[in-house]
């Protein structure tokens, strides 16, 4: 059964937005914190940022001030809305439990930022 389903990718332009969702399954949103990562061609999967199960977030340095991540607790979704885009965020957008504990990853979505 798909646990992870990560959605609202597509492609926007340098200095657009985009908010992406993530819906999980109960049994895995519960309780849990949840985070985004991303992979571009060729290069390892990065976390990008997590909100805890009552809400609080941390990012990495290189989305800090940009992306925001949030999630709607009774509706089993984690979002992360991201602003300011450039080119070099594109990648496949993932989300996942925070810790993952080997937890499989979803198909994910496709972002790309280019003029």
């Known amino acids: 059964q798909v646990q992870l389903v990560e959605s609202g990718g597509g492609l926007v332009q340098p200095g657009g937005s985009l908010r992406l969702s993530c819906a999980a399954s109960?049994?895995?949103?519960?309780?849990?914190?949840m985070g985004w990562y991303r992979q571009a061609p060729g290069k390892q999967r990065e976390f990008l940022a997590v909100?805890?199960?009552?809400?609080?977030?941390n990012y990495a340095d290189s989305v800090k001030g940009r992306f925001t991540i949030s999630r709607d607790n009774a509706k089993n979704t984690v979002y992360l809305q991201m602003n300011s885009l450039k080119p070099e965020d594109t990648a496949v957008y993932y989300c996942?439990?925070?810790?993952?504990?080997?937890?499989?990853w979803g198909q994910g979505t496709q972002v790309t930022v280019s003029s």
């Open positions: 109960g049994s895995i949103f519960s309780g849990n914190a």
């Open positions: 996942n439990t925070v810790p993952r504990g080997g937890r499989s």
């Open positions: 909100i805890t199960s009552g809400g609080a977030g």
